[in-house]
């Protein structure tokens, strides 16, 4: 008996991504583009909302509660990030 034969391949398919994980993804790559940010990380926020103008811009002429609260999520998710570098590099 050939046990090869009683597999199934299974094909995982995920959901479709959200607007919300798009533009997250895009402003990742966006943001993966530098190797540093400077002493004034904040001063380059002009810059990459340039490079992710055209997806702003399709998201924004879908705005809808639901994304919005994606985007919510997103952002909370960045800020537990941030704190959890912070006290990582503090010691």
């Not at 034969?5 to 895009?26: E, W």
């Amino acid at each position: 008996m050939n046990r090869a034969s009683d597999v199934q391949n299974h094909v995982i398919r995920s959901a479709p991504m959200s607007a919300a994980t798009r533009l997250i993804n895009k402003l990742d790559k966006a943001l993966s583009s530098y190797d540093s940010f400077g002493d004034d990380p904040t001063a380059l926020v002009d810059e990459v909302l340039a490079k992710i103008e055209k997806p702003l811009k399709n998201l924004r002429s879908k705005s809808k509660s639901e994304l919005m609260a994606e985007i919510y999520v997103e952002r909370d998710r960045a800020l537990i990030k941030q704190e959890i570098l912070n006290r990582v590099m503090a010691g």
